[in-house]
Every structure is written in C-alpha cells, then in structure tokens.
C-alpha cells in the first residue's frame, strides 16, 4: 500500500477530491493536520473525505448571502448566533461537514458563549448556507445531522431545501422568514453587486428589507 501525505495532494480553486475508506481516526487526524486557517471545506460521509477548494467568485457569493441574512435577522430583531465554516460532526454517525455559513436561530440562546459544538449534546444549525452544487457526500451529512434548512446558490439562483422526514425537499420560502420573497431577491440583489459591488448592494438590500417589512406590518 502507498501512504500519501496530505501536503503532496493539490486541489486547485473550483476543484474537490475524494478520498475513500477514510475511518474515524484518520477523519480526525486529516481535520488536525489540515488545521483551521484554511480555505478548503471537507464533507465526510460514511468513510468518503471530501475536499473542495473554492473558486473567488464563490467566496464572494457566500460572504454577500451571509451577509444579506444578517441584515434580515438585524432588521426584524431576531437573536442569532453564526457559526460561519465550523467543523460539524458525529462519530456514532460517521458524518461531518463545514457549511458556507451558518446560523442558530431558534437554538440561538443554547450556543451563547460557545466555541465549539458538540453535536452529541447540542443542536445542528437552524440553516446553513451552500454556494455551487453540494455533493451527495455534503448531503448526506447535512441531513444526518439534521440541518432543517440548507440554503443552497446554484447556478445563479438561490435554492431552498427544508429537511423532512430526514429529507431534503425544495420550497419557495424560508420557514425562518416566511413572509420575506428571498429566493427570488437574494438571487437578484446578488446581480447587482456584480455591477454596483459589495457596499452598495448591502445598502439598497437593507433599505428594501426596511421597506418591505413596514409594507407587511
């Protein structure tokens, strides 16, 4: 058998590797020797270790949505707590994953304080975000753990899947903001921040959360 070391494997932007017949010990380890200041996210599924390198242009999708649900949870005064890319994980269900981002909404006063998360005794998020297509390895971890909403970007529209009866299945609104069109809004908001940038889309997107959430009073 050949033993590769981790620093001898290159994933380039936009590109994700599978490794199989990873268990447990070495999951942890790889998570260890891959450290926490890294670009790359991992999904582990029942002994397959994903590892996916993000394009830019992700990271700017993902940090603008992050953002955006941010201001809709500031504007409607809803407590949260965001988790970011934190590692989550279960070894009696041989699952792990690091979303884009992540919130806890619901949960939010039981993660107060925390710095990490144990799966065992605490709850998965309330929503995670993904931007490209997530592989059935994310997948399968996301509803293992019992993420109940995914937040997913795909080929520039915003995708929302609600997890039931431990399945992903598609809905056209957020249950953690019902009355608030997002899919369609996040996803047009995301245009123009291609031609207005960052600053000023956040600013004309807080203004119409303002807006629209007067209107619905």
């Keep these: 058998m050949v033993a590769i070391q981790l620093q001898q494997l290159l994933v380039h932007p936009g590109q994700r590797i599978q490794l199989q ?19 790359s996210r991992i999904a582990y599924s ?49 699952k792990g994953i690091e979303p884009d981002d992540c919130f806890y909404i619901e949960n939010s006063a039981r993660t107060i304080g925390k710095d990490r998360i144990d799966l065992t005794v605490d709850p998965p998020p309330d929503l995670a975000i993904e931007v490209d297509v997530t592989s059935k390895t994310g997948l399968d971890a996301y509803q293992s753990l019992g993420v109940r909403e995914l937040c997913r970007f795909e080929d520039g529209r915003l995708r929302i899947s609600l997890l039931e009866n431990g399945q992903y299945r598609d ?46 009073q």
């Excluded at 956040?202 to 619905?216: D, H, M, N, T, Y």
């Design 46 to 94: 029942d002994g397959i270790l994903e590892i996916r390198m993000p394009l830019p242009k992700h990271e700017k999708a993902k940090v603008l949505i992050g953002d955006m649900v941010k201001i809709i949870l500031e504007e409607l005064d809803i407590d949260n707590e965001c988790f970011g890319s934190s590692t989550f994980k279960r070894q009696d269900m041989a």
């Design 171 to 216: 809905a056209n609104f957020s249950p953690h903001f019902p009355n608030f069109p997002i899919v369609d809004r996040l996803s047009q908001f995301l245009d123009r921040s291609k031609t207005e940038g960052r600053s000023q889309t956040l600013k004309a997107f807080r203004q119409w959360v303002r807006e629209f959430a007067k209107g619905r």
């Design 21 to 39: 017949g990873v268990n447990w010990s070495e999951f942890e380890a790889i998570l260890d020797e891959l450290g926490d200041k890294r670009a």
